[in-house]
């Protein structure tokens, strides 16, 4: 059981050695893989290695079940690949017990998260958040099943709202004081938003709304915008959770440009490869959208 497992008798060192590659990210690069090139051999990769991951991870068995918002990561990643694969009403039980087995880790140590005062309380309400309005999107759900979602839907909105005015502040810094840790928030907020849109759920309010434009208005300014790279302020464990480019690691501008599309339909910056993210998550509108930079 996971509860067992000490973070530093590893064999393998850091911990994140062990995660990093449970974060799914192959699963969206292979999901816009297949989207491109309609090969076959993508999408049989994808669901084998998600198959094998299931297999050799069990519920609350091993290192990779240890951290809630590594169960968060990975409730974003498998809503954002179905996304990109139109698959969204098309979950099948080996998935929905993954998902269903995911909120429950994130739901009964979410109170660890939330007293970190940090970006794992805003990752663990976004999982629980994502996650409960996509299985709750399905038609077929037993009654007490969609009560129990609706609680942890209703649960993670609040505490993200609660998260995003507690550790913003009013100019926009995230209370971590670090760049690569603010783009984790940046990037999840923009997979909350992206989930509001796709299953019309209602949006957050105009305070919490003016805090994210905010903190997306800081990230913006700390970003040279002819390379997007952005000074290496604070703690970096090499953090970036949004994978859906082909841009480099210190470039900011893809999660800039995802973040402002999503929350009023502009772009920060003129259109470049750093669009892709927002290709994806916009339903492909991301080229009627009109280019506002935002003011130093």
């Not at 076959?40 to 918002?69: A, F, R």
Request: with cysteine.
């Amino acid at each position: 059981h996971w509860t067992t497992i000490s973070d530093f008798d590893l064999t393998t060192g850091d911990i994140k050695i062990i995660w990093e590659p449970s974060r799914f990210d192959w699963l969206t690069d292979l999901a816009r893989a297949y989207r491109v090139f309609g090969d076959p051999n993508y999408l049989e990769t994808l669901n084998n290695w998600i198959e094998d991951w299931s297999k050799h991870n069990p519920m609350n068995q091993g290192p990779n079940w240890k951290c809630g918002q590594e169960a968060s990561i990975r409730v974003m990643k498998v809503f954002t690949a179905a996304a990109i694969l139109n698959q969204l009403n098309d979950v099948n039980s080996n998935l929905r017990i993954l998902l269903w087995q995911h909120l429950q880790r994130i739901k009964k140590n979410i109170r660890y998260a939330i007293a970190q005062d940090n970006n794992h309380g805003t990752s663990e309400a976004a999982g629980l958040y994502i996650g409960s309005m996509w299985l709750l999107s399905l038609s077929d759900l037993e009654p007490k099943q969609r009560k129990v979602l609706n609680e942890w839907k209703e649960e993670g909105k609040r505490r993200l709202e609660e998260r995003l005015l507690y550790l913003i502040a009013s100019e926009g810094t995230f209370a971590q004081k670090s760049i690569t840790y603010h783009r984790v928030v940046v990037d999840t907020l923009s997979c909350v938003l992206h989930a509001i849109r796709v299953f019309n759920e209602p949006m957050f309010s105009a305070k919490v709304l003016e805090r994210i434009g905010r903190l997306g208005e800081w990230q913006v300014k700390m970003t040279l915008p002819e390379h997007g790279y952005a000074p290496n302020i604070g703690s970096n464990d090499g953090a970036m959770l949004e994978n859906l480019h082909e841009c480099e690691y210190r470039d900011f501008r893809p999660s800039s440009q995802q973040l402002f599309g999503l929350l009023n339909n502009k772009k920060v910056y003129p259109d470049g490869g750093w669009n892709e993210p927002l290709f994806w998550r916009s339903n492909q509108l991301v080229d009627q959208m009109n280019y506002h930079a935002i003011k130093y």
